[in-house]
């Protein structure tokens, strides 16, 4: 056991935070957390990044619903990078309606390729709330 | 079929690019990508980051010889994270000598614990070559 100091000096006060579905492995997100961000995931229980467009912490699910439930936090080699592991509540976890925002592969001439199908409404979900956006 | 801009100016020329294992869906490490990187990862089919330390692209496995085979590129809503599955060559990705970068699990209260078996020794790996560093 021992004490780590996560590293947020390294981009400008702030961590990656890897989202990964704890039960299916798959990659949910990726957002950025500060150290107040971190400490209140942990408090808390459920994921809150820090949003670099809107500069201010984000609940994720504060609109949706769809909170992400925080089963372990890992840190890498040179604590500069995290990777959450949650248990997701809802049917998904992006702006767009999908389960991942990693549901589009990328062709190596730049072309993408929608392998996902959509999981959810965006429109039925976020209607009359503000529009969740990603950071 | 759309073609697909990545966003490489939120982070200074840079995108983070999660890493996952393809078959057993670990997540091994968090590297960061600037599009020359990532043009020549999809080029070469193995994967080739911009490290920030050294200020210069680092093909991972340079010194190690556990470079890492491109199966798929993923991208995410936002176009501004990548999100690569590939075939890991060799015992582990970190430098310290464990097959993920994810090694530790974080506490609230700070603490990190070892939760993985080292799979190989860094000393014997990195022997007479410089040391990999992580980005």
Same mark, same amino acid.
């Given at each position: 056991?021992?004490?780590?100091?996560?590293?947020?000096?390294?981009?400008?006060?702030?961590?990656?935070?890897?989202?990964?579905?704890?039960?299916?492995?798959?990659?949910?997100?990726?957002?950025?957390?500060?150290?107040?961000?971190?400490?209140?995931?942990?408090?808390?229980?459920?994921?809150?990044?820090?949003?670099?467009?809107?500069?201010?912490?984000? !609940?994720?699910?504060?609109?949706?619903?769809?909170?992400? !439930?925080?089963?372990?936090?890992?840190?890498?080699?040179?604590?500069?990078?995290?990777?959450?592991?949650?248990?997701?509540?809802?049917?998904?976890?992006?702006?767009?309606?999908?389960? =991942?925002?990693?549901?589009?592969?990328?062709? =190596?001439?730049?072309?993408?390729?929608?392998?996902?199908?959509?999981?959810?409404?965006?429109?039925?979900?976020?209607?009359?709330?503000?529009?969740?956006?990603?950071?």
């Amino acid at each position: 056991m021992e004490s780590v100091k996560i590293d947020f000096e390294k981009a400008s006060g702030l961590v990656p935070a890897i989202i990964q579905d704890y039960r299916s492995g798959d990659v949910l997100m990726l957002g950025f957390m500060n150290s107040v961000s971190l400490a209140e995931t942990q408090r808390s229980g459920e994921v809150v990044f820090f949003s670099r467009s809107r500069n201010k912490l984000w !609940k994720k699910g504060e609109s949706s619903g769809h909170v992400l !439930k925080v089963r372990e936090v890992r840190v890498d080699c040179d604590a500069d990078a995290l990777l959450v592991r949650v248990d997701p509540m809802g049917p998904g976890v992006c702006h767009e309606g999908y389960r =991942s925002c990693f549901f589009r592969a990328l062709d =190596s001439d730049g072309a993408a390729r929608i392998t996902e199908e959509h999981t959810f409404s965006p429109a039925a979900v976020y209607t009359s709330l503000p529009r969740e956006k990603q950071p």
